[in-house]
C-alpha cells in the first residue's frame, strides 16, 4: 500500500495510546523483593526493595512478628527504579515459625518476592499477592514451593515485558501462514532459552545496558521489515524470519536473564528453578499469541473490516500489518535512543 487510509490512522493512534498506558501501568507491576540472608546463629540480614519513579515509592513496607528484633540503624536509597532499604535482625529459632508480612500490599496490583537464605544452604520462596499479605518461615519448604513461584514469575515477566512482547508481535505480522509461525516462535523459543540457561548458569556475562538496547533495535528492524513486506519487497528475513526470531532471540534471552538476575534462583535448586521460569515465560509468549490469534478472528468479522477487505482485495492482515509496524517501530526506536542515551551518560 502507498498510503494509509482514514481506518489505519486512526489504529496508529489508538494503538499508540494502548500501547503507553500498558507500559505506564507496567512499571507499577512490578514486583517487590524481599530478601533475608543468614548472616550469624540467630542474625539475619534484611533487603527489602520496592518500585520507584524518582523519589517516589510504592506505599508497602516488609514487617515481621514481634519475636523478630530489629537491631542496628536502617539504611535507604534511590535507585535504578527502586527504593532499596536494609537493615539487620536477630531471632532465637533461626527465623522457624516467624510471620512475614508486607504491610499495604492489599491496596495495590503488584506482588512481592519473599527469599529466605540459611547458611546451611536452605532456602525458602514464596510469593505474597494483594489477598495473601503473609506467610510463616518455614525452613523445610519444599521444591514444588519453590516451582510454582518461579513459573508465575515467568509469565509475569513476558506478559508484563512489552518490549518482549511486541518483538512477538512483530514476528506473528512477519511471517506467512501457521506452518511459518510455529517455526519462527520455535527457533525464538530455542534461542533465548539456550542464552537464558548460560547467563543464570554463569557460562555469558553481558551486561544489561546494551542488551537492552539491542533488544529495542530488534524490535525497529523487525518492524521496519513488516513495511518491505507490505510493499511486496523480499528480503532474507522475509523469506525465512526463523533466522531472525533465533539471532535475536539469543539477545531477549540475556533480557530475561537480567530480570530473573535482580531476584536470584536458590541456590539449591538452580535446575528446577530455572527451568519453570523459562516455561513460565512460554507459558505467558504462547498466551499472547492466542490472544492476537482470537482478536484476529473476532476483527476479521466486523462490517467495516469486511468492507475494507471487499473494496482492497488485500486481506485483513493488510489492514492491521501497516499501523502497527510504525507503533511498534517508532515506540521501540524512541526505547533505543533513550537506552543509547543512558548508557553514554552513565
Same mark, same amino acid.
Given at each position: ?6 481506518? /489505519?490512522?486512526t489504529?496508529?493512534f489508538?494503538?499508540l ?5 500498558? #507500559? ?13 540472608? #543468614?548472616?550469624?546463629?540467630?542474625? &539475619? ?10 523519589d ?13 528484633v530489629?537491631t ?25 515459625g ?5 504491610d499495604?500490599?492489599? /491496596?495495590?496490583?503488584?506482588?512481592? @518476592?519473599?527469599?529466605?537464605? %540459611? ?25 514444588? =514451593?519453590?516451582?510454582?513461584?518461579? &513459573? ?6 513476558? *506478559? ?10 512483530a ?6 501462514? %501457521?506452518r511459518? @509461525?510455529?517455526?519462527?516462535? $520455535?527457533?525464538? $523459543?530455542?534461542?533465548h532459552s539456550? $542464552?537464558?540457561? +548460560?547467563?543464570?548458569?554463569? %557460562?555469558?556475562?553481558?551486561? =544489561? ?18 513495511? #518491505?513486506? =507490505?510493499?511486496?519487497?523480499?528480503t532474507?528475513?522475509?523469506? #525465512?524470519? %526463523?533466522?531472525?526470531?533465533?539471532? &535475536? !532471540?539469543?539477545?531477549?534471552?540475556? !533480557? &530475561? ?9 536458590p541456590?539449591?535448586?538452580?535446575? *528446577? ?10 507459558? !505467558? /509468549? ?19 473490516? =469486511?468492507?475494507?477487505? +471487499?473494496? $482492497? ?5 493488510? @489492514? ?9 517501530? !517508532? ?9 543509547? @542515551? ?5
Amino acid at each position: 500500500m502507498n498510503r494509509l487510509s482514514l481506518l /489505519q490512522i486512526t489504529m496508529i493512534f489508538a494503538l499508540l495510546a494502548l500501547l503507553l498506558s500498558f #507500559q505506564a501501568s507496567s512499571h507499577e507491576l512490578r514486583p517487590a523483593y524481599l530478601q533475608v540472608r #543468614q548472616t550469624a546463629e540467630e542474625s &539475619f540480614r534484611v533487603t527489602w526493595r520496592v518500585p520507584a519513579r524518582g523519589d517516589l515509592r510504592l506505599a508497602i513496607n516488609a514487617r515481621f512478628d514481634d519475636s523478630v528484633v530489629p537491631t542496628g540503624t536502617p539504611r535507604a536509597s534511590f535507585a535504578n527504579g527502586f527504593y532499596t532499604e536494609s537493615w539487620d535482625i536477630r531471632h532465637p529459632e533461626k527465623l522457624a515459625g516467624a510471620q512475614v508480612s508486607i504491610d499495604g500490599l492489599s /491496596q495495590t496490583m503488584t506482588d512481592a @518476592l519473599v527469599r529466605i537464605q %540459611w547458611q546451611d544452604g536452605r532456602e525458602q520462596v514464596a510469593r505474597l499477592l494483594p489477598d495473601k499479605t503473609g506467610m510463616v518461615v518455614d525452613t523445610r519448604a519444599s521444591g514444588a =514451593q519453590v516451582a510454582a513461584t518461579y &513459573f508465575v514469575l515467568g509469565v509475569e515477566h513476558i *506478559l508484563l515485558g512489552i518490549d518482549h512482547l511486541l518483538f512477538v508481535l512483530a514476528l506473528v505480522l512477519l511471517v506467512s501462514g %501457521w506452518r511459518q @509461525l510455529v517455526i519462527t516462535i $520455535t527457533a525464538f $523459543t530455542l534461542a533465548h532459552s539456550l $542464552t537464558l540457561a +548460560a547467563a543464570v548458569l554463569g %557460562w555469558v556475562a553481558v551486561p =544489561q545496558a546494551p542488551v537492552e538496547a539491542i533488544i529495542a533495535l530488534s524490535i525497529v528492524f523487525v518492524a521496519s521489515e513488516i513495511l #518491505q513486506k =507490505q510493499r511486496g519487497r523480499s528480503t532474507i528475513a522475509i523469506q #525465512q524470519p %526463523w533466522l531472525v526470531a533465533f539471532a &535475536f !532471540g539469543l539477545l531477549h534471552g540475556l !533480557g &530475561f536473564a537480567g530480570a530473573l538476575a535482580e531476584i536470584g534462583v536458590p541456590g539449591h535448586a538452580i535446575p *528446577l528453578s530455572l527451568a519453570v521460569f523459562n516455561i513460565g515465560v512460554e507459558a !505467558g /509468549q504462547l498466551a499472547f499469541i492466542g490472544a492476537l490469534a482470537a482478536l484476529y478472528w473476532l476483527g476479521r468479522r466486523l462490517p467495516s473490516v =469486511q468492507l475494507w477487505e +471487499a473494496r $482492497t482485495s488485500a486481506p485483513a492482515s493488510a @489492514l492491521v500489518a501497516t499501523p502497527v509496524s510504525y507503533v511498534v517501530g !517508532g515506540l521501540a526506536a524512541w526505547w533505543l535512543v533513550d537506552r543509547t @542515551l543512558a548508557m553514554m551518560l552513565v
